[in-house]
C-alpha cells in the first residue's frame, strides 16, 4: 500500500461524496488531486494509481453499475459514432501515457493545476444545454475522444466534464446521448493509458494495484451512500463548494512550478 489507511480513508470520503454530488462517476481527477497533496505521492505515482483507479470506475459505472444501459445506448445513434469514441480515446490515452513519460514533474503538475482550475470554472460557469435535433457535425467525435485521452494519459483525468458539452454542443447530441459517447470514450482512453503504461513504462506494481483497489472500492462505497441522499440542492451546493477548491488548488499547483 503506498498510502495509510487514514490517508485512504479521508480520499474515500472526500472523492465518494464529490463524485457522486456531482454525478461525475468516471472523471476521478480528484483522487490524484488528494494523492499529491494528502498523501505526498510523486505526481507519476499518483496517475499511476488513478490511472487503475479511473479504469475500475469507468468500467464498474459503464458495464455493472447502470446495468446494460452503456450498450443500449448504440441504439440511440450510428454505432460508428460510438467507435469513433472508443478509437479516438484508445489513442489518446495511450499517446498521452507515452508522452507523459517525457516530461519533467513539474510540468505534469502545471498541466494538473491547469486543468484543476478549467474544471473549477467549468463546474461555475459551463452548463450542458439540451443539444440540436440531430447532429452537425459528427466527425468531431473522434478529435473530442482523442482531446480527453489526451489528459487521461498525462493526469489521469477522464476528460469527461469537458468532453460531454463539447458533444452536446459542436456534434449537437442530446445529452443523454452524449453522456454515453463520453462514457465510451473515457473507458478507451483509460483501457489504452494502462496498456501503455506496461508498453511503454515500468508498468504497474502490485503495490499500486492494491492502492487503487482500496481506493475504488472505498470510493464506490461512500459514492453509493451518498447516493441515497442526493438532491438538485446538494448538487448545487457541492459544485459551488469544489469548484472553489479545484480553483485554488490549481493556482498553487501553478505557483509552485513557475
Not at 446521448?177 to 478507451?188: K, L, N, P, R, S
Not at 508498468?203 to 487503487?212: K, Q, R, V
Amino acid at each position: 500500500m503506498l498510502i495509510s489507511w487514514s490517508v485512504l480513508l479521508w480520499i474515500a470520503l472526500i472523492v465518494g461524496f464529490v463524485t457522486s454530488s456531482l454525478r461525475i462517476w468516471i472523471d476521478r481527477v480528484f483522487v490524484t488531486l488528494l494523492l499529491l497533496t494528502m498523501g505526498h505521492l510523486p505526481i507519476d505515482a499518483a496517475v499511476r494509481v488513478n490511472l487503475l483507479v479511473l479504469l475500475l470506475a469507468a468500467l464498474s459505472h459503464g458495464l455493472i453499475r447502470r446495468e446494460g444501459w452503456l450498450w443500449g445506448a448504440f441504439g440511440r445513434f450510428p454505432s460508428w459514432e460510438g467507435w469513433a469514441a472508443v478509437l479516438g480515446g484508445l489513442v489518446g490515452g495511450a499517446l498521452g501515457r507515452v508522452w507523459a513519460q517525457g516530461l519533467t514533474a513539474g510540468v505534469l503538475v502545471g498541466v494538473l493545476g491547469a486543468y484543476a482550475i478549467a474544471m473549477g470554472l467549468r463546474l461555475l460557469l459551463v452548463k450542458p444545454g439540451e443539444g440540436k435535433p440531430a447532429p452537425e457535425h459528427p466527425g468531431w467525435i473522434a478529435p473530442i475522444a482523442l482531446g480527453a485521452g489526451l489528459f487521461t494519459g498525462l493526469i489521469s483525468a477522464g476528460g469527461k466534464p469537458f468532453a460531454v458539452p463539447l458533444y452536446n454542443w459542436a456534434v449537437g447530441h442530446k445529452l443523454p446521448v452524449a453522456y454515453a459517447i463520453g462514457t465510451f470514450g473515457a473507458i478507451a482512453a483509460a483501457v489504452g493509458a494502462v496498456l501503455a503504461g506496461y508498453a511503454y513504462g515500468p508498468g504497474f506494481s502490485g503495490s499500486t494495484w492494491a492502492t487503487a483497489l482500496a481506493i475504488w472500492f472505498g470510493v464506490s462505497l461512500v459514492a453509493w451512500l451518498t447516493d441515497r441522499i442526493w438532491s438538485p440542492r446538494l448538487m448545487k451546493v457541492t459544485a459551488l463548494l469544489v469548484a472553489v477548491v479545484l480553483i485554488a488548488i490549481g493556482v498553487k499547483f501553478l505557483v509552485q512550478v513557475s
